[in-house]
């Protein structure tokens, strides 16, 4: 149960150093470049995914006697179908509330990616992209 939930916070760090370039690409290139927000959503969640991506093989899934159920190449292509999905719910998810309640798209960013976070991104990743062999420590 310990184990579980240090790979679960370190997951969220993770989560938080990768969101945290996203978010400020995402600022950058919308107040700067005057790009619209949900063009630049695009572009930061690709960058801040790269910087996951990197911390969860190495850090947050990772141990000493873990044998993955699958290769590099195959979790990189399952974390990229994550990313694309995850792309488009914080895309739509943003739009909703800064178009719909009202909301500044900076805070309807934050709280779509706490969302998305939680109960997207952890659950695929930790069960189905970053899926230990039967055999591997828990």
Do not use: P
Not at 11 to 19: E, P, T
Not at 64 to 92: C, D, P, W
Not at 125 to 135: D, L, M
């Amino acid at each position: 149960m310990l184990k579980q939930l240090l790979v679960f916070v370190k997951a969220q760090l993770s989560a938080f150093v990768g969101g945290m370039c996203d978010y400020g690409i995402m600022i950058l290139l919308t107040e700067c470049a005057q790009i619209h927000y949900t063009a630049s959503i695009a572009v930061s969640c690709i960058l801040g995914a790269v910087v996951n991506f990197s911390l969860n093989k190495t850090w947050s899934f990772y141990s000493r006697n873990t044998a993955y159920k699958f290769s590099g190449t195959q979790q990189l292509i399952r974390f990229s179908f994550v990313v694309t999905s995850s792309i488009l719910l914080k895309i739509a998810g943003t739009y909703m509330f800064t178009t719909y309640v009202g909301i500044d798209y900076k805070i309807s960013r934050l709280i779509t990616d706490i969302l998305v976070s939680l109960c997207y991104n952890y659950v695929l990743q930790r069960f189905w992209v970053f899926i230990k062999t039967k055999n591997s420590e828990r």
